[in-house]
């Protein structure tokens, strides 16, 4: 089938390489005019591990094209993709649909045949509805159909998300939408990967802000347990084990650390917020998610400067990742941010390692020198503080870092050393919701 896939961020081009590997034809548009002669160059506007690959093969196959002209990508196309920016409204938190309003007219505009039109962005409840108006205003002939059809990708592990998803989620109700939407998606079919759950259009769109909040609330709940373990003289890393073996819970996304971030539990939790309360629907559960999680990263700077005696003035600090989770580069919300704020302002020097978030982290931070590797970090620094649980930062020599630090004080915030593997190595432990070792 042949697919435009309108915006080039994260969404849509992940979602475009992977259509396109499963032998369909895609033409990924974006107005960035510098954005799609890099991609013409396989330069990737983000960081996702095998992406680079991914393209490179299927522009080879002659499956994948880029292109800024709408008109010529949408061109007798069976589906168009909406996958541009729903970033969070000032003021209300809201989500910007202007992008996605502006996409729809333009591709109506352009339409050529009777297509579906499909919103991959993640939006409120009731845009499709909009969507739908808007074509049936500017193309009343089209024939046009509008789906829902939610990401559930994550970063760092998106494609094989993609490949091998838990479900795929299609709103919509009409028999030849459901069609197209069947072809689309039937060479999952294959691997015996995914069910296709096909809903109302409205449904869809509020089952993927269900998810993220639901997976929110999970991360929240476990850090405040991990607050109560460090007062009662309990393991959080055993009590997540303990009850993520009940299959009712599961384990995952119960792992204790300095809160969540990113592009999507933020922005999507507000949006949900401001959807419930225009509706009269207070959230009450989600609403203290958000503001649990907020708090949590500037008090994992007070942690910090806990361990290294309660007075950081003058002192330096070595930061090991800034990125809000391995293997991206997405700096948005990331909890690196509060903490290297908090540690900022209580009179601290800061300098920091990130295997692929340098370039994104130095664009939102100031007076942080950026190192090269984990131990130049380390070299000097009054304490070294793990942030994000890069791959990279799992088997450090520790002698090495011991030796390095002016101070032997190691803050591992994702829990990614057993506390006496630490103090083997001669350096001062600070977990998460682990007992104190007085």
Same mark, same amino acid.
């Given at each position: 089938?042949?697919?435009?896939?309108?915006g080039?961020?994260?969404?849509?081009?992940?979602s475009?390489?992977?259509?396109s590997?499963?032998g369909?034809?895609?033409?990924?548009?974006?107005?960035?005019?510098?954005?799609?002669e890099?991609?013409h160059?396989?330069?990737?506007?983000?960081?996702?591990?095998?992406?680079?690959?991914?393209?490179?093969?299927?522009?080879?196959?002659g499956?994948?094209? =880029?292109?800024?002209?709408?008109?010529?990508?949408?061109?007798?196309?069976d589906?168009?993709?909406?996958?541009?920016?729903t970033?969070?409204?000032?003021?209300?938190?809201?989500?910007? /649909?202007?992008?996605?309003?502006?996409?729809?007219?333009?591709? !109506?505009?352009?339409l050529t045949?009777?297509?579906?039109?499909?919103?991959?962005?993640?939006?409120?409840?009731?845009?499709?509805?909009?969507?739908e108006?808007?074509?049936?205003?500017? *193309?009343?002939e089209?024939?046009?159909?509008?789906?829902?059809?939610?990401?559930?990708?994550?970063?760092?592990?998106?494609?094989e998300?993609?490949?091998?998803?838990?479900?795929?989620?299609?709103?919509?109700? +009409?028999?030849?939408?459901?069609?197209v939407?069947?072809?689309?998606?039937?060479?999952?079919?294959?691997?015996?990967s995914a069910?296709?759950? =096909?809903?109302?259009?409205?449904?869809?769109?509020?089952?993927?802000?269900?998810?993220?909040?639901?997976l929110?609330?999970?991360?929240?709940?476990?850090?405040?347990?991990?607050?109560?373990?460090e007062?009662?003289?309990?393991?959080v890393?055993?009590?997540?084990?303990?009850?993520?073996?009940?299959?009712?819970?599961?384990?995952?996304?119960l792992? !204790?650390g300095?809160? %969540?971030?990113?592009?999507c539990f933020?922005?999507?939790?507000?949006?949900?917020?401001?959807?419930?309360? +225009?509706?009269d629907t207070?959230?009450?559960?989600?609403?203290?998610t958000?503001?649990?999680?907020? !708090?949590?990263?500037?008090a994992?700077?007070?942690?910090?400067?806990?361990?290294?005696g309660g007075?950081?003035?003058?002192?330096?600090?070595?930061?090991?990742?800034?990125?809000?989770?391995?293997?991206?580069?997405?700096?948005?919300d990331?909890?690196? /941010?509060s903490?290297i704020?908090a540690?900022?302002?209580?009179?601290?020097?800061?300098?920091? %390692?990130?295997?692929?978030?340098?370039?994104?982290?130095?664009?939102?931070?100031?007076?942080?020198?950026?190192?090269?590797?984990? #131990?130049?970090?380390?070299?000097?620094?009054d304490?070294l503080v793990i942030?994000?649980?890069?791959? !990279?930062?799992?088997?450090?020599?520790?002698?090495?870092?011991?030796?390095?630090?002016?101070?032997?004080? /190691?803050?591992?915030?994702?829990?990614? #050393?057993?506390? *006496?593997?630490?103090?083997?190595?001669g350096?001062?432990?600070?977990?998460?919701?682990?007992?104190?070792? +007085?």
């Amino acid at each position: 089938m042949r697919i435009a896939m309108i915006g080039t961020g994260y969404v849509g081009l992940v979602s475009g390489a992977c259509f396109s590997d499963f032998g369909h034809e895609v033409v990924c548009v974006d107005k960035d005019a510098r954005k799609i002669e890099l991609l013409h160059q396989n330069v990737m506007p983000i960081y996702e591990p095998g992406l680079d690959a991914l393209v490179a093969s299927n522009v080879k196959a002659g499956r994948l094209s =880029f292109t800024t002209d709408l008109a010529e990508g949408v061109k007798d196309a069976d589906a168009v993709f909406i996958a541009v920016g729903t970033p969070s409204r000032r003021g209300d938190g809201h989500a910007d /649909l202007s992008y996605v309003f502006a996409a729809a007219r333009e591709i !109506a505009e352009n339409l050529t045949k009777p297509s579906v039109i499909v919103t991959k962005s993640t939006v409120p409840v009731g845009t499709g509805d909009e969507v739908e108006r808007i074509i049936a205003e500017v *193309a009343p002939e089209s024939g046009a159909k509008v789906v829902s059809n939610p990401e559930f990708l994550r970063e760092g592990a998106a494609i094989e998300d993609f490949k091998r998803p838990d479900r795929v989620v299609v709103g919509t109700e +009409d028999e030849f939408a459901r069609q197209v939407m069947r072809e689309i998606y039937r060479p999952l079919s294959l691997n015996q990967s995914a069910p296709i759950l =096909f809903t109302g259009r409205r449904t869809s769109e509020l089952i993927k802000y269900a998810a993220n909040a639901f997976l929110a609330v999970k991360i929240t709940f476990i850090n405040e347990i991990a607050d109560l373990c460090e007062q009662v003289g309990a393991d959080v890393q055993e009590v997540s084990r303990g009850i993520g073996m009940d299959n009712r819970i599961g384990g995952k996304f119960l792992h !204790a650390g300095p809160g %969540y971030g990113g592009s999507c539990f933020p922005k999507d939790t507000l949006a949900l917020m401001k959807t419930a309360a +225009d509706n009269d629907t207070p959230l009450r559960i989600v609403e203290a998610t958000v503001q649990v999680n907020d !708090a949590r990263k500037r008090a994992m700077g007070r942690k910090v400067i806990k361990a290294m005696g309660g007075d950081v003035r003058g002192k330096t600090v070595g930061i090991l990742g800034l990125t809000f989770k391995p293997n991206t580069d997405d700096m948005r919300d990331a909890p690196s /941010l509060s903490i290297i704020a908090a540690l900022q302002d209580a009179g601290a020097t800061v300098k920091a %390692y990130d295997p692929e978030g340098v370039e994104q982290a130095s664009k939102m931070l100031t007076d942080v020198e950026f190192v090269a590797n984990p #131990y130049a970090a380390a070299d000097g620094a009054d304490a070294l503080v793990i942030v994000t649980e890069w791959d !990279a930062f799992r088997a450090l020599d520790l002698t090495r870092i011991k030796n390095s630090l002016k101070s032997p004080i /190691l803050v591992d915030l994702r829990n990614i #050393y057993p506390p *006496a593997e630490l103090e083997r190595a001669g350096l001062q432990y600070t977990g998460v919701g682990k007992p104190s070792r +007085d």
